[in-house]
């Protein structure tokens, strides 16, 4: 799992709560494109066809907001046309007509978003899962040691399923892993892989 593509279409008026669905899934290698942000960096909408087509899946972000955009819908036409899947983020199941009118979709809680990434990773773990006799890939995310003078890349291996992950999550259990150089720990969530804590043994740095 490496150099997949995700595409995230959603409306303006919903860029932040994106922003913050999906912030820990921007930390594991593959590429992750918010539809807006590549806009505010300069790219027009109507110039996003690249990165839609070489997407390995789209996420439609379907609210009360985005329910009459004609972005979104041309964007997930555009997706279907090329044979890409599109996984729908919505608020309400009724959203999810048109074009991914029953397709099975994540539920968007805003009380409640441990529960809508939990789920949002395991269907992308689902479409990003490799042929053949794994059926639950390795996922992993690196990250510098944020020890001062130290920096090495610090990985963090997801072995476990979602099912497992969630049972951790539920009992209060953290993934943990350190940094081969300085044995300083991290603390993840399991249901996120939201960074916790560091070793407290450690200073923490600015």
């Not at 899947?85 to 968007?108: H, K, S, W």
């Not at 395991?122 to 996922?139: I, T």
């Not at 944020?146 to 979602?162: I, K």
Request: contains cysteine; charged residues 20%; hydrophobic residues 40%.
């Amino acid at each position: 799992m490496s150099g997949e593509q995700v595409f995230v279409s959603h409306d303006p008026a919903d860029l932040a709560i994106v922003q913050e669905i999906f912030a820990t899934v921007k930390n594991f290698p593959f590429g992750v494109h918010l539809a807006l942000e590549a806009v505010e960096s300069g790219r027009s909408r109507d110039r996003l066809e690249g990165r839609l087509a070489n997407s390995d899946v789209v996420v439609a972000v379907l609210t009360e907001s985005s329910a009459d955009s004609k972005w979104i819908n041309q964007e997930i036409g555009y997706a279907i046309a090329k044979g890409i899947p599109v996984l729908p983020l919505y608020e309400r199941a009724d959203l999810g007509g048109g074009f991914v009118d029953g397709v099975e979709g994540v539920t968007l809680n805003r009380e409640n978003l441990t529960v809508t990434v939990f789920n949002l990773l395991s269907r992308l773990r689902a479409e990003l899962a490799p042929l053949g006799a794994l059926s639950v890939p390795n996922w992993y995310i690196r990250f510098p040691c944020t020890l001062a003078d130290c920096g090495h890349p610090v990985t963090l291996e997801l072995e476990e399923g979602q099912t497992k992950l969630w049972k951790l999550h539920k009992h209060g259990q953290l993934l943990e892993t350190a940094c081969d150089v300085c044995d300083t720990a991290y603390f993840f969530d399991p249901a996120t892989i939201g960074f916790v804590r560091r070793d407290a043994s450690t200073p923490e740095t600015a």
